[in-house]
């Protein structure tokens, strides 16, 4: 699974091809980056299908290789290993602590300061500049 020519794109006939066999995959955004890196111990088609139900991957998902194997949580856990060593000890974009701003990314509204009103009894902004009264 390392070379790029492996990579085949995510269509419904596809997924309906997958073999049943436990295997590893991983899937990739359109210009092949790895966004996901998985074992399917019950079956490559129910485990892509179950990984493509995260909303966050499927914005980005275009493309997947796979692989059929008897150990699959050993072999994605090399896998995982192999990308991080390769990528500065940073693993697969959907395997990052909040993957949904990984993969989607901030929307510009969330860039933007919004600055709540003030209620009329709410001390002002720079009150913190006050000096502490005395003890």
């Given at each position: 699974?390392?070379?790029?020519?492996?990579?085949?794109?995510?269509?419904?006939?596809?997924?309906?091809?997958?073999?049943?066999?436990?295997?590893?995959?991983?899937?990739g955004n359109l210009v092949r980056?790895?966004?996901?890196?998985?074992?399917?111990?019950?079956?490559?088609?129910?485990?892509?299908r179950a990984a493509l139900t995260?909303?966050?991957?499927?914005?980005?998902?275009?493309?997947?290789r796979f692989e059929v194997a008897?150990?699959?949580?050993?072999?994605?856990?090399?896998?995982?290993?192999?990308?991080?060593?390769?990528?500065?000890?940073?693993?697969?974009?959907?395997?990052?602590?909040?993957?949904?701003?990984?993969?989607?990314?901030?929307?510009?509204?969330?860039?933007?300061?919004?600055?709540?009103?003030?209620?009329?009894?709410?001390?002002?902004?720079?009150?913190?500049?006050?000096?502490?009264?005395?003890?």
């Amino acid at each position: 699974m390392s070379s790029s020519g492996d990579w085949r794109v995510i269509t419904p006939h596809l997924l309906e091809e997958l073999p049943e066999g436990p295997g590893v995959f991983e899937i990739g955004n359109l210009v092949r980056t790895v966004l996901f890196v998985g074992a399917a111990e019950l079956g490559l088609r129910s485990g892509v299908r179950a990984a493509l139900t995260s909303p966050a991957l499927l914005v980005r998902a275009h493309c997947i290789r796979f692989e059929v194997a008897e150990d699959p949580g050993r072999l994605a856990s090399e896998r995982l290993d192999d990308y991080r060593r390769s990528h500065h000890g940073m693993p697969p974009l959907a395997h990052r602590t909040d993957p949904v701003a990984r993969l989607v990314g901030p929307s510009r509204a969330s860039r933007t300061p919004r600055i709540a009103p003030r209620r009329p009894d709410e001390a002002p902004a720079t009150s913190f500049l006050r000096a502490s009264p005395a003890a």
